[in-house]
């Protein structure tokens, strides 16, 4: 059982019980400074002092772990400011907070989520089908269900897929929606081989099937997308493998119109 407090731009609190895990947890914000543009900067730090951290500690135990929902906020705003033409969704993996998630779906990003839980929770916290996507690669049998189930109910919810096999397992019960294939592009990049994902195939459709691979998914589900993955962390000196991973992409997108 954990104390769950929720305030904004000051130190009043309501605080009610929330049965989420056996550690403490808060989520509080407050007023943080802005930058010239009146936006906060991009940063992992609050502009609390010690003396709060220190009330909040009394006031709920600890360990406690503290989120500033202010300082979340003012983030997804610098980030749609900075790509006002962009889709931005919110990876759900980084935080799973019902109050996190809330302030990101009030913040207009859509929900990207790898596993049922993580759907299950960005459904608790607001999000519709339209804003919902889910991205599990090879997914177990129990959340493919769930994830068919959630579908009947919110009918524009995008379930990316990796493999035909899934493709296959999907229309088995009976999902024919908005489906998006993901695809290896056969170029890696990252600070490490661990989350290069896109050189050895071992996530999404091989590059050389994947028009075959989405044009007949096509004629059983609505395909609304192509997806890849090079990898994570991607530096400067990786950005020409970048570069041929975003034009190989670009021309699969091409053969397909």
């Known amino acids: 059982m954990s104390n769950t407090g929720e305030s904004r731009g000051g130190d009043s609190q309501d605080t009610s019980p929330e049965s989420d895990s056996n550690s403490e947890s808060a989520f509080?914000?407050?007023?943080?400074?802005?930058?010239?543009?009146?936006?906060?900067?991009i940063r992992r730090t609050t502009d609390w002092d010690g003396a709060k951290l220190r009330r909040l500690a009394a006031d709920h135990q600890?360990?406690?772990?503290?989120?500033?929902?202010?300082?979340?906020?003012?983030?997804?705003?610098?980030?749609?400011?900075?790509?006002?033409?962009?889709?931005?969704?919110?990876?759900?993996?980084?935080?799973?907070?019902?109050?996190?998630?809330?302030?990101?779906?009030?913040?207009?990003?859509d929900?990207?989520?790898a596993s049922a839980g993580e759907l299950d929770r960005a459904l608790a916290a607001g999000f519709p089908g339209e804003r919902l996507h889910y991205t599990a690669v090879n997914p177990p049998?129990?959340?493919?269900?769930?994830?068919?189930?959630?579908?009947?109910?919110?009918p524009e919810l995008t379930v990316t897929v990796g493999a035909v096999d899934t493709l296959d397992r999907l229309a088995d019960l009976?999902?024919?929606?908005?489906?998006?294939?993901?695809?290896n592009p056969g170029i890696g990049a990252g600070h490490h081989e661990k989350v290069r994902t896109g050189g050895h195939p071992k996530f999404g459709v091989?590059?050389?099937?994947?028009?075959?691979v989405?044009?007949?998914?096509?004629?059983?589900?609505?395909?609304?997308?192509?997806?890849?993955?090079?990898?994570?962390?991607?530096?400067a000196e990786?950005?020409?493998?970048?570069?041929?991973?975003?034009?190989?992409?670009?021309?699969?997108?091409?053969?397909?119109a």
Not at 28 to 41: E, F, R, V
Not at 77 to 88: E, K, V
Not at 141 to 154: G, H, I, M, S, T
Not at 214 to 235: N, P
């Open 28 to 41: 509080l914000s407050a007023s943080s400074g802005t930058t010239d543009s009146g936006i906060a900067p």
């Open 62 to 109: 600890t360990p406690l772990y503290v989120i500033d929902l202010d300082r979340v906020a003012d983030n997804c705003r610098r980030i749609a400011t900075a790509f006002p033409a962009a889709d931005l969704r919110y990876a759900v993996k980084a935080h799973t907070g019902q109050a996190v998630l809330e302030t990101v779906y009030e913040a207009g990003f």
């Open 111 to 113: 929900a990207e989520c």
């Open 141 to 154: 049998a129990r959340d493919l269900r769930y994830v068919v189930d959630a579908w009947r109910d919110q």
């Open 174 to 183: 009976g999902f024919d929606g908005r489906v998006c294939v993901r695809v």
């Open 206 to 212: 091989p590059y050389d099937r994947a028009a075959e």
């Open 214 to 235: 989405i044009r007949t998914a096509a004629k059983r589900f609505d395909v609304v997308g192509i997806h890849a993955h090079a990898g994570s962390g991607i530096d």
């Open 238 to 256: 990786q950005l020409d493998r970048h570069r041929e991973f975003v034009s190989r992409m670009g021309d699969l997108a091409r053969q397909l």
